[in-house]
């Protein structure tokens, strides 16, 4: 299966930088996915979960609370205000990642029908890894 470069940096700093298979974003007009040799588009991004499908096939989530994304033939770019990769060695790390993302959701109550939908995904998130 072909890749591509996928990064998500934060005014922090990098939150994910590596080859993968697919991403879902949560688009300002809806989700839609991305695979490698996508059209190019720049899109605003609303809160939501990022879902990443790795080159070793598992799925990494990464919450964000807005932002915008580019995408080429060979890569994807997410500039975004805020993000939190729901992952971890332990379920402590997990533990601390899930309350980072639910300070995160708090940060953006007033995305209404977007907290709904994210909420129910880091619940579903949340169940796979633990």
Known sequence: METFKLEIITPNGDIFNDDVISV????EEGEFG??????????LLEA????????????????????????DEEKAVLLVEGAVAIRGESESDIANALQEAKE???????S?????????KLDS??????
Not at 24 to 27: D, N, R
């Open 112 to 120: 209404g029908n977007a907290i709904a939908a994210v909420s129910a």
């Open 125 to 130: 998130a949340a169940q796979k890894l633990i």
């Open 24 to 27: 879902t974003l949560p688009g």
């Open 104 to 110: 995160l959701i708090k940060s953006i109550e007033d």
């Open 34 to 43: 991305v695979l490698a040799h996508h059209s190019s588009v720049s899109t």
């Open 48 to 71: 939501g979960v990022v879902d990443i499908e790795k080159t070793d096939k598992t799925i990494e989530s990464v919450l964000i609370n807005w932002g915008v994304v580019h995408v």
